[in-house]
């Protein structure tokens, strides 16, 4: 029997297949799931959608008197470039509180949150690894006591760590204090502990038998199985500190991030929104394009790595 002899006797079998009520329960409830699902997706889509809308709009269409809130795509009048033309042309960004270099602070901001990150990652992962393979004096009692950190609000520890950033560290308006306090965290070394825990023992016993130190068991050995929980974690540190406004608007004052940039992206007396609508489409493209990029190894690491026993 030929395959389009297959196929035309199956499509026969379909057709001829009664409707139970068990199939249109089935269809039904597919069906209410994908709706669910699409009205979600809309309305986490839509206030985007409405950023990248705003930004190409006409500054005189945004106005209350003046509104239109879905101006047609071919009505030139309405749509403009300007306000990408003004961040990015522009030397600075005339505030109240002085000049923001829009592409400096852009800048700055992929410093801060790539060398946090890093450290970050870095740190937490040794940190963990120590914790799930080595014995030493005193190890339960210090991580109940990093765990016990972790039910502290962060607002909380706002004052003290400005203080010891600032007085300690020399680190007030420089790189010092935006990436220090960031370097290590708490629920990070948690997270890499327990990953780290189901890593076979057999493992580093063989590779110390081979006369490998600690540092090279841990990059040659450790990070390699490890590489799902370090991806997971590492995008959510990234997308964290970029978008993070608190500290570096309170440890900063001429050197400015995105965010705090963003934040001052307003006329004396008036907020133009088309600027700050475009704005924050410059300042949501490396998020976006990260996650088009590492969604599928993002998935994995959730689902599989992170979840892991």
């Not at 990015?88 to 410093?111: C, H, K, P, Q």
């Not at 133009?272 to 704005?279: F, I, S, T």
């Amino acid at each position: 029997m030929s395959q389009q002899q297959l196929r035309d006797t199956h499509t026969r079998i379909v057709q001829r297949a009664p409707i139970t009520g068990d199939t249109i329960k089935r269809w039904s409830g597919q069906s209410l799931i994908h709706i669910v699902l699409l009205v979600g997706a809309f309305v986490m889509l839509f206030p985007l959608f409405w950023m990248l809308l705003t930004s190409f709009k006409e500054q005189f269409y945004m106005e209350a008197a003046n509104l239109v809130w879905f101006p047609p795509p071919w009505e030139a009048r309405y749509w403009t470039t300007s306000h990408y033309a003004e961040l990015l042309m522009r030397a600075a960004v005339v505030t109240s509180g002085g000049t923001d270099n829009f592409l400096t602070a852009s800048i700055n901001s992929f410093i801060y949150s790539g060398v946090t990150t890093f450290g970050n990652v870095l740190f937490c992962a040794m940190a963990g690894y120590a914790f799930a393979k080595r014995r030493f004096r005193g190890s339960h009692v210090i991580l109940l006591a990093l765990l016990a950190t972790m039910m502290i609000p962060g607002i909380m520890v706002l004052l003290p760590n400005f203080v010891i950033t600032v007085f300690g560290l020399r680190g007030y308006n420089n790189f010092v204090g935006l990436i220090v306090p960031g370097l290590a965290s708490s629920f990070g070394v948690f997270l890499m502990r327990q990953y780290m825990l189901s890593i076979p023992d057999e493992l580093l016993d063989a590779a110390r038998v081979d006369g490998a130190g600690e540092l090279r068991t841990f990059f040659t050995i450790v990070l390699p199985l490890a590489t799902p929980i370090i991806a997971a974690y590492g995008v959510l540190q990234a997308l964290a500190y970029w978008n993070n406004l608190l500290w570096p608007l309170v440890i900063t004052k001429d050197l400015t991030v995105l965010q705090v940039a963003l934040l001052n992206l307003r006329e004396i007396g008036a907020q133009r929104l088309g600027p700050v609508m475009a704005g924050a489409m410059i300042s949501s493209a490396p998020v976006i394009l990260l996650f088009l990029a590492l969604r599928k190894q993002f998935v994995q690491a959730m689902t599989s790595g992170a979840l892991k026993g």
